[in-house]
């Protein structure tokens, strides 16, 4: 089985921009999770989708949004890029079956930078 | 709430040494406990997990822990350091409410530097 793919792998932006990051998950999960990871705050829980519904966000403003399609892929959205922003955002796939339906299966990142 | 205490950002083994990583963790509910690693610039892969099976899980590359519940505690170990486990290493906590909820708590990670 493939893994959980992201997309762009790097990306450069400028201060007020917008960007939108996507996930695949694993065939067959249906949840999908993103986390922010910077050297200052370390790995942070985003929000998570299931069958396209939000089920769980964590505390970031709502410049963070995030959706998922019918096909369990997501995307991401951050607008109004600020410095802050920039870090390395993971993806995570969940809801396989026993004995791993409990687990997450990370990609390999967005990394993002902000000037 | 759930929450996870890694003791030691930095953790520097020689080659062939035990490793030895601590987590602590605080939840109010039984949960699940997860060890991941991370290589620079990639993301995290799954060393190992608790699921209220047995208390000493082992993982991937040699590495296991223990899960002790009066010491609210899930501490990484691994018998002899090789020069590959250089990395971070986050030890994660998740509520046991079975498929309903996915996120993940983690620690600050540990840093593991080998030295030969």
């Known amino acids: 089985k493939a893994g959980v793919t992201q997309t762009p792998r790097y990306l450069i932006k400028t201060r007020g921009q917008q960007v939108t990051l996507s996930c695949s998950p694993i065939s067959g999960h249906r949840s999908v999770s993103w986390y922010q990871q910077t050297p200052g705050q370390g790995l942070q829980f985003l929000f998570e989708y299931f069958s396209e519904t939000q089920r769980n966000k964590g505390n970031f403003p709502g410049r963070f949004s995030g959706r998922q399609f019918s096909n369990s892929r997501s995307e991401m959205n951050v607008s109004t890029l600020e410095l802050g922003d920039s870090a390395l955002y993971l993806c995570a796939s969940s809801g396989g079956l026993a004995p791993s339906y409990n687990e997450q299966f990370f990609g390999p990142g967005t990394r993002l930078t902000v000037l | 709430a759930q929450s996870v205490t890694q003791l030691g950002s930095h953790v520097s083994v020689s080659e062939g040494a035990l490793v030895l990583l601590r987590c602590n963790y605080s939840?109010?509910?039984?949960?699940?406990l997860f060890w991941y690693v991370q290589y620079p610039n990639q993301g995290l892969q799954l060393l190992l997990k608790y699921t209220s099976a047995a208390t000493l899980v082992k993982g991937i590359n040699g590495f296991e822990a223990e899960f002790k519940k009066s010491e609210t505690s899930f501490h990484l170990t691994k018998p002899s350091a090789h020069m590959s486990d250089a990395a971070e290493y986050f030890c994660a906590v998740r509520r046991n409410s079975g498929g309903s909820n996915y996120k993940l708590t983690f620690g600050k990670g540990t840093l593991l530097t080998v030295n030969p």
């Open positions: 939840s109010s509910v039984p949960p699940y």
